[in-house]
């Protein structure tokens, strides 16, 4: 199997779904290589990792960190690093960060939330050789400033915004746009008028591909349950099972048996 690039993510607008999930380490990262075409290390792992209400909280560091763990985990998937919250605030910042992500992290792409403000960062990533797929609609890293995660594409303006945002990033070179938490009907729309693959998470099945964050489509982040969330798997419940019966087999003097020990 070859490795996924970014001009094969984007030849297969109109022709096959896009697979993307998160991963944070190389041990899980391991296990969906080659199975999904993208692997995104994306900032939700403040939450699902790290413990921390919302994506705010991480920085350059701990993405670089996490960044380079799933590198070493995959072979054939893209690898698709997030830009954390304030490592973008200027397009020269941008510029600054995303190249550690590539030269440190040895991501294939950089992600990035946000909306025509961030155009000119697009641009100068895109024009730098930096492949850039735009996250847009719900953006979570705007959770604190817009009091909550809200669905979006519910009104004129906003799907004017977002019609605007879908043909400005195709003209600066995005290879991929995220659009999360959009209703389906004008997910689809956009979709249809975008040249490159619309990733949806949250937002209906007439996009391009679907994406969801690993721990929550395989039960192991019980906090909160989206409703656009499958789960593939009781991950928690079957480990839960798993610690405690390693316990209790300590405890008990079942564990270890003669043929585990010398
Ligand atoms: O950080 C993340 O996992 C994401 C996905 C929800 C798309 O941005």
């Not at 701990?62 to 397009?91: C, E, W």
């Not at 991501?107 to 050789?129: F, M, N, P, V």
């Not at 991929?176 to 490159?196: N, Q």
């Amino acid at each position: 199997m070859q490795k996924i690039s970014v001009s094969s993510i984007r030849k297969k607008k109109g022709k096959e779904k896009i697979t993307m999930i998160t991963a944070y380490d190389a041990l899980m990262a391991k296990i969906f290589d080659g199975e999904v075409e993208v692997i995104l290390v994306g900032d939700s792992l403040a939450m699902s990792f790290g413990g921390y209400k919302d994506t705010l909280s991480i920085n350059m560091d701990n993405m670089l960190y996490h960044t380079m763990a799933v590198k070493r985990g995959v072979q054939h998937s893209l690898i698709v690093a997030d830009m954390p919250f304030g490592s973008y605030n200027s397009p020269k910042q941008a510029l600054k960060n995303a190249t550690k992500l590539y030269q440190q992290g040895g991501a294939d792409a950089i992600k990035l939330e946000g909306g025509l403000e961030r155009l000119k960062h697009i641009q100068l990533l895109t024009q730098s050789g930096i492949a850039v797929m735009a996250h847009i609609g719900l953006k979570p890293q705007f959770v604190r400033a817009e009091g909550g995660y809200k669905i979006q594409g519910k009104d004129d303006v906003q799907i004017s915004t977002l019609k605007q945002e879908v043909e400005a990033f195709n003209q600066v070179g995005v290879f991929a746009i995220v659009l999360e938490g959009v209703k389906s009907e004008v997910a689809a729309k956009l979709t249809k008028i975008s040249d490159v693959p619309i990733i949806g998470i949250g937002s209906g099945k007439e996009v391009d591909g679907q994406v969801l964050v690993w721990s929550d489509a395989f039960g192991f982040f019980e906090e909160f349950q989206p409703r656009f969330v499958r789960r593939y798997l009781e991950g928690r419940k079957l480990l839960k099972q798993a610690i405690q019966e390693f316990a209790a087999d300590i405890k008990n003097g079942y564990f270890p048996s003669d043929q585990e020990s010398y």
